[in-house]
């Protein structure tokens, strides 16, 4: 009797053990890249490139979803904007013009932005919690060079992105944050364009302007990438 009680028991902690290494590793197959959800991206922080819909309301709500995906397992990871003084994006770098003109550089075209997410400023900060971040990603730290995705600028400078992500085993990646039109599109085109699995949360992401956000996400789904109008772990799991 002793001897099956025994073997019931370590048949259940098995079971269990087994249980907990399958969750755990579906878990480190999903990760979630939150974007550039920085001071001078909100009307919160007041920055100088604040998108509309970007109160504390908003970063509320995308620090409360982070925290639930964080809580069912997934690797969660971050963008950061981190440009240095003379970057070529600022008007401010180009005598005589304006914000958001546009201009062509070797022959490429360059949306010109108010000086934003300067390294070492307190708006280039990270408004989410970054303690369940494995990685925080810089972007458009080279001078020449503007950098919409999180996984290499517009020189073709690869990022540690894709690494990071091939290192944990993850296959899918759920994306949201600022802005939608511009660095959450961008970044979420290169992780498809890089083989992974890309969900869109439409929700916990704010655009530039009406008419190129709805472009952007209609490309998106295009190229077929998954936009959920709100979070839904369940379908992040099943899709």
Not at 25 to 53: C, H, M, N, P, R
Not at 168 to 176: A, H, L, M, S, T
Not at 187 to 215: F, Q
Request: net charge neutral; glycine share 10%; hydrophobic share 40%.
């Amino acid at each position: 009797m002793k001897l099956i009680i025994g073997l019931m028991v370590m048949i259940g902690v098995g079971v269990c053990f087994l249980s907990s290494v399958g969750s755990v590793y579906a878990g480190e197959k999903i990760g979630v890249i939150v974007v550039d959800v920085q001071g001078d991206f909100t009307e919160w922080k007041k920055g100088s490139l604040a998108v509309a819909g970007t109160d504390k309301a908003f970063v509320d709500k995308v620090q409360k979803a982070t925290d639930k995906l964080n809580s069912e397992g997934f690797v969660m990871f971050a963008t950061q904007d981190w440009h240095p003084e003379n970057h070529v994006s600022f008007f401010t770098n180009h005598p005589g013009k304006k914000p958001f003109e546009m201009i062509s550089i070797e022959g490429k075209n360059q949306v010109l932005w108010p000086p934003h997410c300067i390294q070492g400023t307190e708006n280039a900060k990270v408004l989410v919690d970054n303690n369940p971040f494995l990685a925080i990603v810089k972007k458009g730290q080279d001078a020449r060079y503007d950098s919409y995705s999180g996984f290499q600028d517009d020189g073709g400078q690869k990022t540690e992105m894709d690494k990071i992500l091939k290192k944990n085993q993850i296959k899918k990646v759920v994306v949201y944050g600022i802005a939608t039109d511009y660095c959450v599109k961008a970044t979420a085109m290169d992780a498809k364009e890089a083989g992974y699995d890309v969900i869109v949360i439409e929700g916990l992401s704010k655009g530039v302007a009406p008419d190129t956000t709805k472009k952007a996400l209609e490309e998106m789904k295009s190229k077929g990438i998954t936009v959920l109008e709100e979070l839904d772990v369940e379908k992040i799991k099943g899709s």
